[in-house]
Nanobody
């Protein structure tokens, strides 16, 4: 059974940094596309960053240059390093697995999801 557990969320002031982690089990990290999404109340889930099993990455324009997605195969863990955070980055962040690479930031591409971790950025 696939399980994904996010951690690392919290509250930070604008300009600060956070690193999110997603620990997984029940599959091989090395063979799937994985991604981070975020959602705020009343809005659709938004793709933030994705990473292909070959290490290729894709980012939303809104986070390009500020966020970095990475994987540690040995630990079966996905990361999202978030720098220069802005109040508009405030959201619940989810990791997901199983997407295709044609549209890697599209929610429908992913089969399994974590429960989410809250990130709050104050101005």
């Amino acid at each position: 059974q696939v399980q994904l557990v996010e951690s690392g969320g919290g509250s930070v002031q604008a300009g600060g940094s956070l690193r999110l982690s997603c620990a997984g089990s029940g599959y091989a990290y090395s063979t799937y596309v994985m991604a981070w999404f975020r959602q705020t109340p009343g809005k659709e889930r938004e793709g933030v960053a994705a990473i292909h099993s070959a290490g290729i990455t894709s980012y939303a324009d809104s986070v390009q240059g500020r966020f970095t997605i990475s994987k540690d195969y040995a630990k079966n863990t996905l990361y999202l390093q978030m720098n220069s955070l802005k109040p508009e980055d405030t959201a619940t962040y989810y990791c997901a697995i199983g997407g295709g690479w044609i549209r890697p930031l599209r929610e429908a591409e992913y089969s399994y999801w974590g429960q989410g971790t809250q990130v709050t950025v104050s101005s």
